[in-house]
Nanobody
């Protein structure tokens, strides 16, 4: 059974930083591309960043230069370092495979950025 557990969210002021973590189990983590997604209230879920099994990264235009995705295969964990946060970054953040699998979604972690 695949389990992805996100953590690291919280309340931060605009311009601040957070580091999200996603611990994976039930998969051969090192073989999988992974992604971070987010869903703001009233909006569709959207891809924020992705990282291939080999470590190549890809970012949505709205986070380029501010967010960094990384992975530690020894810990079966993918990270999202978020800097220069904006109020519009407020959302629930989820990790999943890339492309995402329907039955891999976890609970997510709430990120709230105050102005």
């Amino acid at each position: 059974q695949v389990q992805l557990v996100e953590s690291g969210g919280g309340l931060v002021q605009a311009g601040g930083s957070l580091r999200l973590s996603c611990a994976a189990s039930g998969i051969i983590f090192s073989f999988n591309a992974m992604g971070w997604h987010r869903q703001a209230p009233g909006k569709q879920r959207e891809l924020v960043a992705a990282i291939t099994a080999g470590g190549r990264t890809n970012y949505a235009d709205f986070v380029k230069g501010r967010f960094t995705i990384s992975r530690d295969n020894a810990k079966n964990t993918v990270y999202l370092q978020m800097n220069s946060l904006k109020p519009e970054d407020t959302a629930v953040y989820y990790c999943n495979g890339d492309p995402p699998r329907r039955d891999w979604w976890g609970q997510g972690t709430q990120v709230t950025v105050s102005s």
